[in-house]
């Protein structure tokens, strides 16, 4: 009933940028905290960043100053702008969404994930 669409993945060489994209649909009433894990090949998943509806933003020490995470809460869509990307950026990268659907349950949802390559 609700999906998580991403998309902007792909290859690029350190130093490069790129903006991923992950679109909300479905019986969604609202949605509060939106935001990117990503896991590296045998690493656990991590919250890269994350934004509220409000917009209130944090991030993790190894991408600030490098990425930045926006939202357009008319499209239920949430950005990551990356900047400046190193190979050890590489990882699949997955969008996440707190929300509330149609009916009044909450819902933690996922996205399917993109994959990051960073070139050295």
């Known amino acids: 009933q609700v999906q998580l669409v991403e998309s902007g993945g792909g290859l690029v060489q350190a130093g490069g940028s790129l903006r991923l994209s992950c679109a909300a649909s479905g019986s969604i009433f609202s949605i509060n905290a939106m935001g990117w894990y990503r896991q590296a090949p045998g690493k656990q998943r991590e919250l890269v960043a994350a934004?509220?509806?409000?917009?209130?933003?944090n991030y993790a020490d190894s991408v600030k100053g490098r990425f930045t995470i926006s939202r357009d809460n008319a499209k239920n869509t949430v950005y990551l702008q990356m900047n400046s990307l190193k190979p050890e950026d590489t990882a699949v990268y997955y969008c996440?969404?707190?929300?509330?659907?149609?009916?009044?349950?909450?819902?933690?949802?996922w996205g399917q994930g993109t994959l990051v390559t960073v070139s050295s």
């Open positions: 996440n969404a707190d929300l509330v659907v149609a009916g009044g349950n909450a819902l933690d949802a």
């Open positions: 934004i509220t509806s409000g917009g209130s933003t």
